[in-house]
């Protein structure tokens, strides 16, 4: 099994700010490494596919890097509507594995 | 406009059984990998049961392999998720999740998740 783990678990920014999230995995995944925003009370939605493919409707700001085993997750200047919980998920093998979140809290 | 749409959960008992239902519209099943994911109150996203898009074979978390089974309509574009001897460890809302290809398990599309609460 592929474990995720994520860094950090929580972070409180100001807004405009850059958040960085990393991502690690226990073994090489390739780029079949996905982010995904998840708001209180709503289903995860879609930020980033294959590590660092852009998804349509999702704002700019979000963009994403890495490959094998180190990823990032990188929101440039940081809105109020971005404060969410933050989850990488790699689809390189079964199960399918989720990092343990991180939470972006906007002070 | 893809879209799923879960039901069938809410309280049994420990020991008990429940079918959850995913009626997908917007694509057609067959063409994509689907999976089921969990997440407990307050925690985070667990994978439990996938599908490959062609249907030849499913696929279970340990946690709940030998009491879960997972099934597809093609005629009705539904998957569905047969839960027996349930626990009050799997308590979650469980959402259906669309894949990005037919042999691609990587998730592109979540329903909005059916609570089930187990508990005597």
């Known amino acids: 099994e592929v474990v995720l783990t994520q860094s950090p678990d929580f972070q409180s920014v100001t807004p405009k700010e850059k958040v960085t999230i990393t991502c690690r995995a226990s073994?090489?995944?390739?780029?079949?490494l996905h982010w995904y925003q998840q708001k209180p009370g709503q289903s995860p939605k879609l930020l980033i596919k294959?590590?660092?493919q852009s998804i349509s409707g999702v704002p700019s700001r979000f963009s994403g890097s890495g490959s094998g085993t180190d990823f990032t997750l990188t929101i440039d200047s940081l809105e109020a509507e971005d404060a969410a919980a933050y989850y990488c998920?790699?689809?390189?093998?079964?199960?399918?594995?989720f990092g343990q979140g991180t939470k972006v809290e906007i002070k | 406009e893809v879209q799923m749409v879960e039901s069938g959960g809410g309280l049994v008992q420990p020991g008990g059984s429940l079918r959850l239902s995913c009626a997908a519209s917007g694509f057609t099943l067959s063409n994509y990998a689907m999976s089921w994911v969990r997440q407990a109150p307050g925690e985070g996203l667990e994978w439990v049961s996938g599908?490959?898009?062609?249907?030849?074979?499913?696929y279970f978390a340990d946690s709940v392999k030998g009491r879960f089974t997972l099934s597809r309509d093609n005629s009705k574009n539904t998957l569905y998720l047969q839960m027996n001897s349930l626990r009050a460890e799997d308590t979650a809302v469980y959402y259906c999740a669309k894949g990005l290809g037919v042999y691609s398990y990587g998730i592109d599309y979540w329903g909005q998740g059916t609570l089930v609460t187990v508990s005597s």
């Open positions: 599908i490959s898009g062609s249907g030849t074979g499913t």
């Open positions: 998920h790699q689809s390189s093998s079964l199960p399918l594995t």
């Open positions: 073994q090489s995944i390739g780029s079949t």
């Open positions: 294959y590590a660092s």
